[in-house]
């Protein structure tokens, strides 16, 4: 369960960070609620539309509340917190303010490494995930730096939205503010990490991914796509005609030299009009 709570309305702090995020000053509820899933997911969204250039609206902290509230069925704060995977497919069934979640998936896991290598290939792709971390009392704000300190209290699971193409550990959003993971701490602390493609993101793939995307979905799942078709380019115009090469003269005429057909040509007429009555 992930629930991780501010327990205050902070004043966020400095951040020198120009990621897509670092305006949105938002806590979406998680000041005191256990919306954390929740407040990822929307992050998440965000970041994906900002960095395509989409159009979506925000939802407000209340909003995510309400979200929290009908997935947990709780109505006193902080909650239970939520499972992201049951929040995610809650999102995919119902919608998510005004925008669709196609489909989601959880990274392969294993050592680092990979784990990184396939979080820079997602966060390259789809621009965000979310990821499931064990929380600290080193990182509760308004910790802008997450490592690893001998002895750290653990408070609890929480979920925050990030990932960089460049560098993983560079950056995740929680609370309002821009927060630096280090390697130490993704290696030790992150669990599940989910890349989540929305409706917005389709046509920004190639057809070629989007028919790969459709296949994968649907050989996991074993369920029929219903999202969008794939989308063929369309087809390459033909390329203009190429006109004709004029076929040289095989007996030129030199310059200055009179043609011979003409010279009969002339004759011709000086003898039709000598005999002309």
Not at 16 to 40: I, Q, T, Y
Request: net charge neutral; hydrophobic share 35%; proline share 12%.
């Amino acid at each position: 369960q992930h629930r991780a709570v501010h327990p205050v309305e902070p004043v966020p702090p400095e951040i020198h960070h120009l990621e897509p995020m670092a305006f949105d000053r938002s806590m979406k509820g998680n000041d005191k609620w256990g919306d954390c899933v929740v407040a990822g997911i929307e992050n998440d969204r965000l970041v994906s539309a900002k960095t395509i250039g989409a159009a979506v609206t925000p939802l407000t902290d209340a909003q995510c509340v309400a979200i929290y509230q009908t997935i947990s069925g709780s109505t006193v704060a902080p909650g239970p917190g939520l499972v992201m995977q049951k929040a995610l497919k809650w999102a995919h069934d119902n919608g998510w303010g005004g925008s669709k979640l196609l489909c989601f998936a959880t990274l392969p896991g294993g050592k680092p490494a990979p784990r990184e290598y396939a979080l820079r290939q997602a966060v390259n792709e789809f621009a965000s995930v979310i990821l499931g971390v064990t929380l600290h009392k080193s990182q509760e704000y308004p910790a802008t730096s997450w490592g690893h300190i001998a002895n750290d209290p653990v408070v609890g699971g929480h979920c925050v939205a990030g990932g960089t193409e460049t560098t993983t550990y560079d950056y995740i959003k929680t609370w309002g503010y821009m927060a630096h993971m280090s390697p130490n701490f993704f290696s030790n602390y992150v669990g599940e990490i989910d890349v989540l493609i929305w409706d917005f993101q389709w046509f920004s793939l190639t057809y070629a991914r989007q028919v790969s995307l459709v296949a994968d979905y649907q050989a996991l799942t074993g369920r029929t796509w219903t999202g969008p078709a794939p989308v063929p380019p369309p087809p390459t115009p033909p390329a203009p005609p190429v006109p004709p090469v004029p076929t040289p003269n095989p007996w030129p005429i030199p310059p200055g030299a009179k043609s011979a057909r003409s010279e009969e040509r002339r004759v011709g007429k000086e003898c039709r009009s000598r005999w002309s009555p």
